[in-house]
């Protein structure tokens, strides 16, 4: 009866392994087995055990014909942190195009330049003829009668100017200027808004990554304390280390507090320039592209002296003063002007009924001495703007030759800081491991903690710092927001990736945290030149996927062969 259950679970065992085999069902066993670090060949202790092994895992011709090996391949999918992250940069670019159109200091510089559009509106219309009409009345005695008698009349004329000297070409000029040298104060404008604009995202990125150091290192410090305290228990060591630890700890956690509220501050700001929320987490990283930045020195100030918009806005300046100092001299002459008149007088007290033609000519010579003051003045004010646009030069160049030069030693400071760090985090290693071996104590750990807190949040200062210096740089040069805006120029800033992943005190790539949820982690290191990072367009997370393939060595093999089947990875 044994022999004959035995026989039938050993039938039923090949038939379940060939239908498992035929529909692929073996796949998902195998995954799970290999998961769960279950080996597949199991040794048995008897002669039976291991005769039931070899047939159960020895299937038939048939079944090992149909056998197939499992290929790890990459399957691409978007997860949902990508999906926020994309959603987040496409949101701050809306803002970004919206701040330079709608910020209150870029409306108010734009009306400037509607009302002086208005004003070289009015200057040349002063060509075109110009119409009056007026009444009077009164009382009047009359010549033949020596009666007085009222009247009223009606008056009509039209005027057009034929010479005036010049003066309306330079009223015309000095509106043209006018309204140039407002375009280039509302450049200007739109230039220092998204400066700042974008001043405020580095500063909320700032503290965010500096405040998630601080909350690492209390977290770190927390985790030693724990095992001191055990130590502590256990009498193995004084409870001294154990209450600097404790001071640490909240040394940390204060300083994290106070992170806090700075980067509370800046997302306020933040919301004063983007005009929404942002949720920090997805915030993409900026990165000013390297065809932006100037290549030496020379050229900095070159493209700065070329671009400056300062520089063209009193230059305009310049051209309106003197386009007032020719219309000042314009008024010295005659002028000129055709005139067609008409009054209608019904009881014909004053005028007769009819119409006028004719020509006027006017020349007024005023006091003598209020014409030359007007004109002293003009040529005084061309001066006083000639010698401000060499101050307004001279600045541009200290500008640029300051941003290069903070530029420069931003980057050797950020490189000197990343190295401290990495060496910094050597040696809060080794203290560490020595701490576990029983070989070192807390209070070493504690103090390369320490060592390390301080040089991290120092580097993370370097980072943003130089960020913003080349922000201020290509600004100065012209490339941050071009005269003829190109389409989609800004995303550059966010196309080189999204936020990057600083690693953690451990020296470990720190994991993408849940949207919503506190990253720990430590400030990305080195970002000039610029971070090579995975694009939030691409951002995916690779599962594995199982692709089935036939085993050459599986099908060679004979059948009802005592072999383990094993999955090949």
Not at 284 to 293: D, G, K, R, V
Not at 515 to 522: A, L
Request: charge should be neutral; proline fraction near 6%; charged fraction near 20%.
């Amino acid at each position: 009866m044994a022999g004959t259950l035995l026989h039938l679970q050993k039938s039923w065992r090949r038939q379940w392994w060939t239908a498992a085999c035929a529909f692929g069902l073996a796949a998902p066993s195998a995954v799970s087995a290999q998961t769960d670090g279950v080996a597949t060949a199991v040794t048995a202790a008897t002669a039976e055990s291991t005769e039931l092994a070899a047939e159960a895992s020895a299937p038939p011709v048939d079944a090992i014909q149909g056998s197939r090996e499992l290929e790890l391949l990459l399957a691409p999918q978007l997860s949902p942190r990508s999906l926020a992250g994309e959603a987040a940069q496409k949101q701050l670019l809306t803002a970004l195009y919206a701040m330079l159109s709608e910020y209150p200091d870029v409306r108010k510089a734009r009306s400037a330049v509607d009302a002086a559009g208005n004003d070289v509106s009015t200057a040349k219309n002063a060509r075109w003829p110009s119409l009056k009409i007026g009444t009077s009345s009164g009382n009047a005695s009359l010549a033949q009668s020596q009666k007085r008698e009222s009247y009223t009349a009606v008056n009509a004329e039209v005027r057009l100017s034929l010479l005036d000297g010049g003066a309306i070409d330079a009223g015309i000029r000095s509106a043209e200027s006018t309204e140039a040298a407002q375009g280039s104060a509302l450049y200007s404008t739109r230039q220092n808004v998204l400066l700042e604009g974008l001043t405020a995202l580095l500063e909320l990125h700032r503290f965010d990554t500096k405040a998630r150091i601080a909350a690492e290192s209390a977290d770190i410090i927390g985790q030693l304390a724990r095992v001191e305290e055990r130590r502590a228990e256990l009498g193995a060591v004084g409870r001294n280390d154990l209450r600097q630890a404790a001071s640490r700890r909240a040394s940390a956690l204060a300083q994290q507090h106070a992170l806090q509220s700075q980067r509370m501050d800046a997302q306020a700001r933040f919301v004063r320039y983007f005009n929404y929320t942002p949720s920090v987490t997805a915030l993409p990283q900026l990165q000013i592209p390297s065809n932006w930045m100037p290549v030496d020195e020379a050229a900095a100030l070159q493209a700065s002296e070329l671009q400056s918009s300062e520089l063209k806005e009193i230059a305009h300046v310049i051209e309106r003063a003197q386009a007032e100092v020719d219309r000042s001299k314009a008024q010295r002459w005659p002028t000129l002007s055709a005139v067609v008149a008409h009054t209608r007088d019904p009881k014909s007290v004053l005028y007769n009924d009819g119409t006028r033609y004719g020509l006027e000519l006017n020349w007024n010579f005023g006091n003598g001495f209020e014409l030359r003051d007007r004109i002293l003045k003009a040529l005084n004010e061309l001066q006083a703007q000639q010698a401000q646009q060499e101050a307004v030069r001279r600045q541009v160049h200290e500008a640029a030759a300051a941003a290069w030069g903070r530029w420069q030693a931003g980057r050797d400071r950020e490189m000197q800081l990343s190295d401290a760090v990495r060496e910094a985090r050597g040696a809060f290693e080794g203290y560490r491991r020595l701490l576990q071996v029983g070989r070192g104590s807390l209070s070493q750990v504690l103090d390369a903690q320490l060592d390390m807190q301080r040089l991290m949040l120092d580097e993370a200062d370097a980072i943003y710092d130089q960020r913003i210096n080349a922000l201020r740089l290509v600004r100065t040069t012209g490339q941050l927001l071009p005269t003829e805006l190109p389409p989609h120029w800004l995303d550059q800033l966010f196309a080189q990736g999204a936020r990057p992943l600083p690693p953690s005190s451990s020296g470990t790539p720190a994991v993408p945290p849940v949207p919503g949820s506190v990253e720990p982690g430590t400030a990305p290191t080195n970002p000039s030149p610029p971070v090579s990072t995975i694009s939030v367009a691409t951002a995916q997370r690779l599962p594995l996927q199982l692709a089935p393939r036939l085993d050459p060595v599986m099908l060679a093999a004979p059948p009802y062969q005592d072999m383990r089947y094993a999955v090949r990875w």
